[in-house]
Each structure stands twice: as structure tokens, then as C-alpha cells.
């Protein structure tokens, strides 16, 4: 197959990317947006893996997401109950099997778990589908993150001329409340991890005033949002890859200072917004990591199931802590993942982040990568405090970004070019590979 025959792939994928972005912003459970979401994910990379061979995937990877997919896949096995002795208290032992009492699930909750696994299998199936692309076509599909972006920057801008507090109702099967996302944090996520991307258009692709207005539409769009660790993970992103990405770009030092000109009065504006809100009432975030840690020091061995937080939290809850409005994430997803996974889990975390830094090593030239390395690593110091993660829009996302950081064939590329040399060719710049007459 020649390379203009297979361009489907990238369009397949990009409109799995962008339909994701419009429709995947919202965080209850059973969504049939969600579901829809994963159908197309696992279809299209279906699709694509019945073609011939496309770019080699490193082992490492497929073996991390072969035991994620493992543990899942485990918890919803029915086990001996003697296994279960002394690992968790009565009240969290998984249901018999089959009214038995002989054989239970890891799992307290195993149809939340099955979901669990759907959704994982959906974001790795779409991860290892961009990984088939030529690194040209993953850098094609950049365009289509962006139009999902610009959607979502629209519709949040409309909500927030009209109002400060606006829901859209009827649309979506969830709640609208900033962007297209449910969740105003989750819509600022989307909104900082797009920023190193934005820089990188303006600094290698030429394109510095869209890139300079894009980057100060979202870094007002995120004040608006009003998201406290928007704001914080805007600013330190948007330092972060002026200063990371700009060292090999062509953009002139002016330019930069304009930017850490704007950043310095953006500053005071975010300052501002942060000052006037508690950090951490009695009933946040602290309570929520201590109520949690708790739980995991009781199932540590095996976790209570993917899926089950929300019934599980509710156990160690203490009596002054139950209220209206009840606690259905953590607020931080590694100790979220650790409670429903158990020590397993991670394992699997701390796996993740050694192949995440030893990549680090190797995209150093790669301008492109090295904004997905900035946008994946912030994403994740956002999971301290949040579940962006637990969105199917941020997931896509992130699966694209993951597979831009691993994809074995920009390394390839620069090699190619270390052996070529540029050429005038009536007006036109072409790369000649060296030792061949022209």
C-alpha cells in the first residue's frame, strides 16, 4: 500500500480524535457518549490493524498495556473466597459467584468494572493506532485536535459573555457547564494541555500570530473558567514551553520577550482569581487523600475494583464528613487508581512513569514531542488533584499525546535527515540524500 492510499487512516483517526473532543466531556458513568466513543476507537483501530504492518510498536509499551488490561480482566474473575482472608474487611468482599460463596470477584462492583474495561481497552486500542501511523500522518492529526479545541473554546467563550454561571441542558445526556465539558476543571485541562501545542505552531510551523493569539485566547478562556489549578498549570505550562520549545525554533528573541511580557501581566490577573477563593475547605481535597489512604491501607493487595470508588469511600466516610453532596472521585487519580487497583495498580503507575522519562531522552530534538512530553506531564500533575483522566475527551487525548512521545518513527525521521543535504532546486529547498548528484 503507497503512502497516498493510506492517507484514510489519519482521517479515520483524526475524526475519532475531534468527534471525542465534542461529545466526551462528560463524567457519569453508563454515558451513550462514552460508549459511542468507544466503539469508534476500537473499530477504527481495528480497521487499521487489519492492513499490512505499519510503524513497529516498542515492546515495553505493549507489555504495560497487556498487564493493565490483565488486572482489569482479573478482577472480574470469580477466585477461591479463601484468597480473600485477611486481604480486605467483610463488608468489601466481592459478590459470590453464581449465589456460591466458595468463589467471589476481586471486584465489589463487577459490571462497574467491565465498564472500566471498555474504556481502557478503547484508549489503547486508539494508541496503538496512532502508533501504526508514519510520523507524518500522527503530525497530521494535530489539525483535528485543534478544531476540537476551537470548539470548545467557542462554546465556553458564548457561555461566558452571557453569564457567569450558565448550564446547557438537553444537548448532551450530561449537564453542560463550561465548554462542552461537565466539569469546568476538566474543560481548563483540555485548554493548558493544548497550550504547548500552540506554541509549537507558532515557533516551528511559522506560524507566530496565530500562535500568539491562540495562546492568549486560551490563557484568558482559562481565567474565565475560573479552574484554580487551570490557572496555576496555564501559567507554568505556558513558561515551560516558550522556554522549552524556543532554543531550536526560528522565532527571534523579540518575540519571546513580547510573550514573557504578556505571561508577567497574565500572572497578576491569575494571582488575583486564586486570592479570592479558599484553597482547601474542611470538606476538600485533604479530607477526601486522608479518607482514601485509609481505604487502600485496608485493601492493599488487591484493590476493591476499577470502577467502585464511589461505593467504597463511602465505608471509611466519617460521620462528620457525610453531607449532601457526596464524594464520587478522590480528587487525585493515583490514589483513586490505588484504592480500586490495589498494589498491582501501582506497579503498573510506577511502570508508566519510567518508560514516560525514558522517553524523555530520546525526544529531545523533536520539537513536536517535546510539546506532548510538556502537555502529558502536566496533565498528570493536574491528576494530583483532579480526574481528568476520567473523561473520555481527556483520555483520547491523552492516548494521542502518549502516542506522539512513543512513536518510534520521528526518531527515524531526524536520522533520515542527518544523511540528506539541502538543495536549490529552481526556487524550491529538497533534501538529497548525501552522496547523490543532483
Not at 482479573?74 to 459470590?96: H, K, T
Not at 505550562?237 to 526560528?250: E, N
Not at 525526544?363 to 476520567?390: C, E, G, N
Request: charge should be neutral; include cysteine; charged fraction near 15%.
Amino acid at each position: 500500500m503507497n503512502d497516498r492510499s493510506s492517507e484514510w487512516d489519519k482521517y479515520l483517526l483524526g475524526t475519532v480524535l475531534f468527534v471525542s473532543l465534542l461529545i466526551g466531556g462528560g463524567t457519569a458513568s453508563g454515558l451513550y457518549t462514552d460508549t459511542l466513543i468507544e466503539v469508534a476507537a476500537i473499530v477504527s483501530a481495528a480497521a487499521i490493524f487489519s492492513q499490512t504492518p505499519g510503524q513497529r510498536i516498542a515492546r515495553p509499551v505493549l507489555w504495560l498495556l497487556v498487564f493493565a488490561m490483565a488486572l482489569i480482566v482479573l478482577q472480574i474473575v470469580p477466585l477461591p473466597s479463601a484468597i480473600f482472608n485477611g486481604l480486605r474487611p467483610e463488608l468489601l468482599l466481592g459478590d459470590p459467584w453464581v449465589g456460591e460463596s466458595r468463589f467471589r470477584f476481586i471486584s465489589v462492583g463487577v459490571g462497574r468494572t467491565v465498564e472500566c474495561l471498555l474504556y481502557l481497552l478503547a484508549a489503547a486500542a486508539f494508541f496503538l493506532a496512532v502508533l501504526r501511523l508514519r510520523a507524518e500522518q500522527v503530525s497530521a492529526l494535530l489539525p483535528f485536535f485543534f478544531m476540537g479545541v476551537i470548539c470548545n473554546g467557542l462554546a465556553g467563550a458564548i457561555q461566558y459573555s452571557l453569564s457567569d454561571d450558565i448550564a446547557i441542558e438537553g444537548l448532551l445526556p450530561f449537564t453542560i457547564n463550561a465548554g462542552l465539558f461537565a466539569n469546568r476543571n476538566h474543560f481548563a485541562a483540555l485548554l493548558f494541555v493544548s497550550i504547548p501545542f500552540v506554541v509549537y505552531h507558532g515557533l516551528f510551523r511559522g506560524r507566530l500570530l496565530s500562535g500568539s493569539l491562540g495562546l492568549v485566547t486560551l490563557l484568558l478562556l482559562l481565567l474565565a473558567a475560573g479552574s484554580r489549578a487551570g490557572v496555576l498549570i496555564g501559567l507554568a505550562i505556558t513558561v515551560l514551553s516558550v522556554i522549552f520549545l524556543s532554543a531550536r525554533s526560528r522565532a527571534s528573541g523579540f518575540s519571546v520577550l513580547l510573550i514573557f511580557v504578556g505571561l508577567s501581566i497574565y500572572t497578576i490577573g491569575a494571582w488575583t482569581k486564586i486570592d479570592v477563593e479558599a484553597i482547601d475547605p474542611a470538606f476538600g481535597r485533604g479530607e477526601f487523600a486522608r479518607t482514601t489512604i485509609e481505604g487502600i491501607k485496608n485493601n492493599w493487595a488487591t484493590g476493591v475494583g476499577f470502577g467502585n470508588f464511589q461505593n467504597a469511600y463511602q465505608i471509611y466516610e466519617k460521620e462528620g464528613m457525610i453531607f449532601k453532596q457526596y464524594v464520587n472521585h478522590a480528587h487525585n487519580e493515583y490514589l483513586e487508581i490505588a484504592f480500586e487497583g490495589g498494589v498491582p495498580a501501582i506497579l503498573l503507575m510506577v511502570g508508566y512513569f519510567v518508560l514516560l522519562f525514558a522517553a524523555l531522552a530520546r525526544i529531545r530534538r523533536d520539537p513536536l514531542q517535546k510539546a506532548a512530553f510538556l502537555s502529558v506531564s502536566f496533565l498528570l500533575i493536574h491528576s494530583l488533584v483532579d480526574y481528568p483522566l476520567r473523561t473520555a475527551a481527556l483520555a483520547i487525548a491523552f492516548a494521542y499525546m502518549n502516542a506522539i512521545i512513543f512513536h518510534k518513527g520521528f526518531a527515524e525521521r531526524l536520522t533520515r535527515k542527518t544523511e540528506m543535504i539541502e538543495i536549490d532546486h529552481n526556487g524550491d529547498k529538497l533534501l538529497v540524500p548525501i552522496g547523490t548528484s543532483s
